[in-house]
C-alpha cells in the first residue's frame, strides 16, 4: 500500500484528481518505484500484431480536492512485476519483486473540471490528453 498526499495550494479552483493507479513499474538497481496515475493509457502495439478493434478510452477515477485541502490517495500496488515478450512463436513471462524501495516517483493527472460519465470517446481522449495537467514528483524513502 502506497500513500500520496496532496494538497491543492490554488486560491479558487477545485482540483479532480486521477485516483487509479495507470501503471506502475520498479528499477531493482536503483531500488525505484515509479506509479503513473496520469497516463492516457494504451500501449503501443508491438511489431507484427494487428489490433482487431479499439476500444473507447476509460474516464480515469477522479477524486475533488477543493482549494486548501487535503487528499489521501490509498493506492494498492502489486508486490511483483511482471513482463512479458513474444520470441519467435512463444510468448515469455519474467516476474520480479518490487523492493527494497528507497526512491518513489510519481505522476500525478488532475483536471479542472470533472469528468463527464456521458461524455463522447473523443471528448474523453480530449480530456485524457489535452485538458489534464501532469505533476511529476520525486521522494525518498526512509524505511527502517
Known amino acids: 500500500m502506497v500513500t500520496i498526499e496532496i494538497r491543492n495550494l490554488s486560491s479558487g479552483n477545485t482540483w479532480y484528481l486521477w485516483s487509479g493507479l495507470r501503471g506502475f513499474s520498479y528499477t531493482a538497481e536503483t531500488k525505484t518505484l515509479y506509479l503513473d496515475l496520469a497516463s492516457a ?18 474516464i480515469p477515477k477522479q477524486v475533488p480536492c477543493p482549494p486548501g485541502q487535503i487528499v489521501v490517495l490509498l493506492l494498492q500496488v502489486p508486490n511483483r512485476t511482471r513482463t512479458t515478450s513474444v520470441a519467435g512463436q512463444r510468448l515469455t513471462v519474467k516476474e520480479e519483486s518490487i523492493g527494497p524501495i528507497t526512491r518513489v516517483i510519481c505522476d500525478l493527472g488532475y483536471n479542472e473540471q470533472p469528468a463527464s460519465l456521458t461524455a463522447s ?7 485524457l490528453t489535452e485538458q489534464t495537467h501532469v505533476v511529476h514528483t520525486e521522494a525518498t524513502v526512509n524505511i527502517p
Open 121 to 127: 470517446p473523443a471528448a474523453i481522449r480530449a480530456l
Open 41 to 58: 493509457g494504451g500501449r503501443e502495439v508491438p511489431p507484427g500484431i494487428q489490433v482487431v478493434s479499439r476500444h473507447p478510452p476509460k
